[in-house]
């Protein structure tokens, strides 16, 4: 009998996509060798055993000490980002999970913005928590600022004593930097979220962006409104997590420039609010000497820019650079005036001031943009934001990364805790980190880009990242070290280890296969062709299953012996968690249905989004779509809903509960992730 294999629609052009921007980056996507070439049509047929392969496939091993995208970054000081609490002495039951409360909270945040005060001490990054204003030399924690609904961007006052913040809900706050102290609300919640702001240079003034296209300017003292400045297009104008140059203030704070969003840029007298010139334009900014304002033309439908630098006395070009491909959103001149930095979101271009000639060129890391950049005072150093959450300091010598600052998350998609419960690993952006639970200490950052899948052994002493179009990489946990590297430039949907923890086990999406490794000499052990999105083992090692598109097929292991097929499965599911009851639970994203194994009925079907469960699988823990931080907890097999938690972690990526059962970790987009358990 002839099996037609279903490829799934949902991942379909997903797939092809991502199979065409690997060619083109010219990555190596590394195939395995299957022993049967007829093991692609007839494997389904019970009693087919699948044959494995006797040599390492051609993706075997790639020990890593030299590849900076696969390091361990351990600290030589743990670095403290979250908060120590005391370990519950209560299990989370049916019975009492309505006592659930926030016990610690991990990460700092994700970062929106950089910026240097003007005397160079002080290093802050808005976050989307709050403000961190560290010691810019060591990068040493100073002073934490929670901001509710958190800041889009921040500016120091030009004597360094305040700074402002502005907001996803449009809100414009003036702090104190010594304490922390608010001062001042310019701007309370509006419809339109605010973004880049600046100071005039004596101070007087603080002129902020907002989405509804314009500029306001307030003063510090009274807080009240002076003018509005506004372009004729009414679009958005310097607002969160972009590049951004959208206003610049003269030296003497005679002259404001502004865009409007359009390719429009309009300079203005600040005393009175007129208009003096408008040219045409993306990005602004005024020479420290106050006699040139140099802008970003996007040349018309090539995907091209240029900068042109107007002498300000006579409104004519002094100097325009060849064009380049990208368009330009950042342009800013070093505070001493010698050099004007140009970027969009995969290049920065350092140029000459007097001629516009291309000093230096940085690329973004590979799937990976440049969101904020900031200069310090001294002009010594050029630290960048990267859409990962990656802060860069560059040294002036050569521009190179010196420094790397993993503090704030971007994030957190992934969690999963270690099997005595000690450890927790989340998955960011950029990296991995591991931390110890109870006091919050980051003790290592493993870089794994854009992480999608986590799993460690069942000693604990190995840990495996799958990562999008990254591959899977294993480490060992005593000391970060990376040991082996597989398919490097694939794609993996779900990734375990066996019970014994002998072997992993991982799917992938692209070249519909899942794959096995001895993680003790780091050779390929198995190939099973097919699309499956999941797979999970039996508490006992004697079973794999793997889901496919509506179907679960249940393998002998490690014969992988196909012994029957489970049928009536939704269309969609992420997740399979066997019982030691001998259920099977399939985790989805429109779905819950519980299977048992030993004949296949469905004992249960319930519209639930799961996430995860507790350790005996009594209660299934959700996120609900559209409430960010919502998290609730509902009763197995019933469906009965137990309990409603209210997080401040942003919309809920990610849940797991302790392997002991007390504690449930919830991350979510803000960058920070909270521990939640039952207090005596």
Known sequence: MEFKFQVNPRVRNCIVFSMFISMIAACRIETAMVADPAADTDWRTPGRTVEKTMTPAVATLTPSTADRAATSLPTSTPMLLGTPYEQPDEIITIENVDRLSRLSSFGRGQAMQLQYSYDGRLFAVATMVGVYLYDSVWFDLIRYIPIENGANGVSFSPDDLNFATTSDDGSVKLWRVSDGELLQIFEHQTRYASGESLFSPDGRYLFSCSG???????????????????????????????????????????????????????????????????????????????????????????????????????????????????????????????????????????????????????????????????????????????????????????????RHIYTHLNGVHRIAFSPDASTLATAVESAVYIWRIQDGVVLRVLEHAQVEHLAFSPDGELFASGAFLGGVRVWRVADGELLYSFSDNEWISSLAFSPDGSMLAGSFTTGYKVMLWDVTNGKESGIIPGEFDSLAFSPDGTMLALGGFKEIYLFEFPDLFLDRTLEGASNQFDKMVFTPEGLLVTLGSSQTIIWRVSDGEILARLRLFGHTLTPDRSILASSVRGYPGVVKLWKLPDGQLLATLRTNVGYVKSLAFSPLGDVLVIGGTNGTAEVWGLEE
Not at 217 to 229: A, Y
Not at 257 to 280: K, P
Not at 366 to 385: H, K, M
């Open 212 to 402: 509804d296209g314009a500029i306001r300017m307030w003063d510090v003292n009274s807080s009240s409104l002076i003018r509005t400045f506004r372009g004729e297009d009414f679009r958005w104008v310097g607002t969160s997590r972009v590049l951004n140059s959208g206003i610049s203030i003269s030296a003497d704070g005679r002259l404001l420039a502004t865009t409007d969003g359009n390719e429009r840029v309009w300079v203005w007298n600040v005393e009175d609010g007129l208009l003096i010139h408008e040219l045409v334009g993306k990005c602004v900014a005024f020479s420290p000497s106050e006699s040139h304002l140099a802008i970003c033309v996007e040349d018309d439908r090539q995907e091209k820019s240029h900068t042109e630098i107007w002498n300000v006395s006579d409104w004519e070009i002094d100097v325009s650079s060849s064009p380049h491909s990208g368009v330009s959103e950042f342009l800013r001149y070093s505070p001493d005036g010698t050099i004007l930095i140009e970027s969009d979101a995969y290049t920065i271009w350092i140029r000459s001031a007097t001629n516009g000639e291309v000093l230096r060129r940085i690329e973004a890391e590979r799937r990976d943009e440049f969101i904020s950049i900031a200069v310090s005072p001294s002009s010594e150093s050029l630290s960048t934001l990267s859409l990962h959450g990656q802060i860069d300091i560059r040294g002036e010598l050569d521009w190179n990364v010196i």
